[in-house]
C-alpha cells in the first residue's frame, strides 16, 4: 500500500487492513508528527477505536526516518516520515 498521493509505501501487519493503516498514518499528520504519538484511530473495517502509539524513529532527516505505530493487539503499521 502507499500513502494517498506520494508513492511511499506503508507496511502492516496482516490484522491491520490497509485503510485502517492510511487512517493511522492521517492520524498521525494531523496530529503534528511527533517523535512520539498517542491518540484513538478508529477503523473502517471493525467499526471500532483503537489506542495507537506511533513512534519516530532514525537519523533525524527525511530519507531515513520510519514511524512504526502499533496497538497492544497487534496492530502494527510503518511508514516513512512525512516532514522535511
Given at each position: ?14 490484522s ?51 514511524v ?17
Amino acid at each position: 500500500m502507499s500513502s494517498p498521493g506520494s508513492g511511499w509505501p506503508i507496511l502492516a501487519a496482516a490484522s491491520t487492513s490497509c485503510p485502517f493503516a492510511g487512517n493511522i498514518l492521517s492520524a498521525y499528520v494531523d496530529g503534528g508528527e511527533m517523535r512520539l504519538w498517542r491518540g484513538q484511530v478508529g477503523s473502517p473495517v471493525t467499526h471500532k477505536r483503537y489506542r495507537i502509539t506511533c513512534r519516530r524513529t532514525g537519523p533525524a532527516n527525511f530519507v531515513y526516518e520510519k514511524v512504526t505505530c502499533t496497538e497492544i493487539n497487534g496492530i502494527w503499521t510503518r511508514f516513512p516520515a512525512l516532514y522535511n
